[in-house]
């Protein structure tokens, strides 16, 4: 069964540092999505893109954060300047299109930021 | 966005059958219903979703009230990997609104 793949899974940075989180959506599907989950908390949604810009974003995703599908396949999102509070779960999901399919999401990655 | 209530948990015993409900009574009508499980440190997996009528996959079945303020999830016989949270999440069907909103869920615990 198609997966989408994030790496890494786990990633240490200091407060300060950028950090870049990649994900490999399904290759047929047209939507791209990034939600964020913090520790004992509800899955958040962050962003959506499709056809190579952003289509809808969240109050949680503001000038620090930004995403890129730099080639065909891989779906990034970068974090400018890590904060403590950004310590978090993220994952990656993608779908052919909205409602009307299921989504899939990644195993997604621990950002922990120290 | 249509709000959900749903159970805060749930028990079953391993091989019988579980019923999950879910009340969307503010539920749009072009808004589909997905549900969504998340085990224990893993990503949101999607189970079913359905606009109006009742469906089935392999995974899971879904049926939806009449009047769509309601729906409830069917695992057919529970197993110790269906322990999970299970989201119930009104998805709106209109251009422009892509984001799934995850409420708390309800966490289903088999029992040997």
């Known amino acids: 069964e198609p997966e989408v793949t994030q790496t890494p899974s786990h990633q240490v940075t200091q407060m300060g540092q950028e950090v870049i989180l990649r994900c490999v959506p399904i290759s047929n599907h047209l939507y791209f999505y990034w939600y964020r989950q913090i520790l004992g908390q509800k899955v958040e949604f962050l962003v959506s893109f499709y056809n190579n810009e952003i289509s809808e974003k969240s109050e949680i995703f503001d000038d620090q954060f930004s995403v890129e599908r730099p080639d065909g396949s891989n779906f990034t999102l970068k974090i400018r300047s890590t904060k403590l509070e950004d310590s978090a779960m993220y994952f990656c999901a993608s779908s052919q299109r909205w409602a009307g399919h299921g989504y899939t999401f990644g195993s997604g990655t621990r950002l922990t930021v120290v | 966005d249509a709000k959900t209530t749903q159970p805060n948990s749930m028990e079953s015993n391993e091989e019988e059958p579980v019923h999950l409900p879910c009340n969307h009574s503010t539920i749009s009508g072009t808004d589909y219903i997905h549900w969504y499980r998340q085990l224990p440190s893993q990503g949101p997996e999607y189970v079913i979703h359905?606009?109006?009528s009742n469906v089935n996959n392999r995974m899971a079945s879904l049926a939806i009230a009449e009047d769509r303020k309601s729906s409830t999830l069917i695992l057919h016989r529970a197993t110790l990997r269906d322990a999970a949270v299970y989201y119930c999440i009104p998805a709106y069907s209109g251009a422009g609104s892509y984001q799934l909103t995850f409420g708390k869920g309800t966490k289903l615990s088999v029992i040997p």
């Open positions: 359905g606009l109006t």
